[in-house]
């Protein structure tokens, strides 16, 4: 929602309520509670969504209709209650933008002719394209991710080879300053990676930004425009007895068959590490929607780096580890190289001596379970246990469901099954379609009655298939939550559990046992014993887009 800037506005995003798509901007006049809401602009495509913001100067309301490949933009006078929208940046197939007003002119961050894109700004927002005057041109080894507007500067939130980076430029587009990144396995960012990381004040002499890693805890920083002057401001604490030098990361790259260098991030216990013998691996990837699984801190991590785990994170394609071709690489008809390179990073890290077949896992979420599962399909002798928490398991029914959430604005994701080369693709891929009579690897999957993402039938198919079809005798548990949504419940203490018991089946499983982890009393009574005390319903209803 979004107020208008006399305060007796509010405009809102109305959604359809069986695919939960934002379709409305709806303005209600709050001195007229009687008046019905008022209309302003309804998204008639069903492959699009509504998204709504406010300019950097507080002058314009901006509704933006997007899916993964497209997008355009609707601008609301602040200043004037009674405002029609007017259209910026009409939507074109695969043109994708993001708009923003300051300093009397408009900004707008754009793949038109630019893959990894560009900056570009205007006097007038409906300017002919020749008159946007270029501030940061395209770069083939840079992706432009975000932008942030100052009072002198910008600052731009970027990508270069594989790694986050912010720099400082004028708005002439003069560099000014490089924000210390802290080397290629750590996370810096101007939004997201903590909380508290908002810049709110344009007037601001300052900018901050959070950091993380895989062993670092998220930190929120300060950096000083007229000092040049870093300044942590806050740090998670994790309890006593953690000491961040105590572990080692570092990010490698793996060669793909056809020369891609897979970015793969490692981290674990520096005196538990060693070369000459194989030790238990956790391997997780998302590979979707141009995403990046950047390195972030997980306390529940450190009880696997004590115990002798190494975790990695492969930094497949279908993200955006290395820009938008690198997306482009991995999705639609292209989905199947995800896998290809999950397969070829667990190979590559098994020969490398890392782990073996017996010691390693994967772990993943939502659309990255279905990648892990397609792998597991191939090849199952790699692993050892797979962890897939909200996992989206059954790809052709779920995108054969139009009215379902999420399915029209994803067919640029997963493909159209109404196209027969498509359709052809999507079984091909599917994790649940692609099980059959093998051996298997052990599984832990976790899942929500109200996750409206990946819904809890796409887990509950895939567990049952699993154990019609395996020639062996994996433990396969599923964890089934009433009252969670894409994710664990609500209650932080719920997250926490789940946790406790994905280690339990890690630990469990980890070093290998004579009877390869058979369904024995006690992997079930270590997990009974983090099992809820307490089942009290907790609203854990998640709308969000993307799986």
């Given at each position: ?396 029914t779920a995108m054969q469901d139009p009215a379902a959430p999420l399915t029209t604005f994803e067919y640029d994701e997963w493909g159209d099954p109404a196209a027969p080369e498509a359709y052809r693709a999507m079984l091909a891929l599917s994790p649940y379609d692609g099980v059959r009579a093998q ?109």
């Amino acid at each position: 929602f979004a107020f208008s800037n006399s305060a007796r506005v509010l405009y809102y995003l109305a959604q359809e309520p069986e695919t939960l798509r934002a379709y409305r901007l709806m303005r209600r006049n709050l001195d007229a509670p009687e008046r019905e809401d008022e209309l302003v602009y309804e998204e008639t495509d069903p492959r699009f969504f509504l998204t709504l913001g406010r300019s950097r100067s507080g002058r314009y309301i901006i509704a933006t209709a997007c899916n993964w490949e497209s997008a355009e933009h609707r601008l609301i006078d602040a200043d004037d209650d009674d405002a029609a929208p007017a259209l910026v940046a009409a939507r074109a197939p695969g043109r994708l933008s993001r708009i923003d007003h300051f300093a009397d002119a408009f900004w707008m961050l754009t793949n038109d002719g630019a893959p990894n894109f560009r900056l570009v700004s205007a006097q007038d927002y409906d300017a002919p394209t020749a008159q946007w005057r270029e501030i940061i041109a395209p770069r083939d080894d840079v992706m432009l991710e975000n932008f942030i507007l100052f009072e002198d500067r910008i600052a731009l939130q970027e990508r270069i080879d594989a790694a986050s980076h912010i720099q400082l430029i004028s708005f002439d587009g003069a560099h000014l300053a490089d924000i210390p990144q802290g080397g290629s396995a750590r996370t810096i960012s101007v939004t997201g990676v903590a909380r508290e990381v908002v810049n709110p004040d344009p007037s601001a002499r300052f900018l901050r930004f959070g950091a993380e890693s895989l062993i670092s805890p998220a930190s929120v920083y300060e950096y000083d425009f007229d000092a040049g002057a870093v300044r942590l401001l806050r740090q998670d604490e994790i309890g006593a007895g953690f000491e961040e030098a105590d572990y080692v990361t570092e990010r490698i790259d793996i060669r793909a068959p056809d020369g891609a260098a897979i970015p793969v991030t490692l981290a674990w216990r520096a005196d538990m590490r060693t070369t000459d013998e194989a030790q238990p691996l956790l391997l997780t990837a998302y590979g979707a929607y141009g995403h990046t699984l950047d390195p972030s801190f997980a306390s529940w991590l450190t009880s696997l780096y004590d115990r002798g785990f190494i975790v990695a994170i492969a930094h497949v394609r279908g993200g955006g580890a290395r820009g938008r071709a690198w997306r482009d690489a991995g999705r639609s008809e292209h989905a199947r190289r995800r896998v290809d390179d999950f397969i070829t990073v667990a190979e590559t890290l098994i020969a490398d001596g890392y782990t073996a077949p017996d010691r390693l896992f994967a772990r993943a979420a939502s659309a990255g379970a279905l990648m892990t599962a397609a792998a597991a399909n191939q090849r199952p002798e790699l692993f050892r246990g797979l962890v897939l928490a909200a996992p989206f398991l059954d790809v052709v029914t779920a995108m054969q469901d139009p009215a379902a959430p999420l399915t029209t604005f994803e067919y640029d994701e997963w493909g159209d099954p109404a196209a027969p080369e498509a359709y052809r693709a999507m079984l091909a891929l599917s994790p649940y379609d692609g099980v059959r009579a093998q051996a298997f690897p052990h599984v832990f999957a976790s899942t929500g009655r109200n996750d409206a993402r990946a819904p809890a039938w796409h887990a509950a198919k895939w567990a049952a298939r699993l154990r019609d079809r395996t020639t062996s005798a994996p433990v396969i548990l599923l964890d089934s939550t009433l009252s969670s949504g894409h994710g664990a419940a609500s209650a932080r203490s719920a997250a926490l559990r789940l946790h406790a018991r994905e280690i339990v089946f890690l630990l469990a499983l980890s070093p290998p046992t004579d009877d390869n982890g058979a369904d024995s009393p006690g992997l079930r009574n270590a997990l009974a014993a983090v099992q809820d005390a307490d089942d009290a319903p907790q609203n854990g209803r998640d709308e969000g887009e993307g799986r």
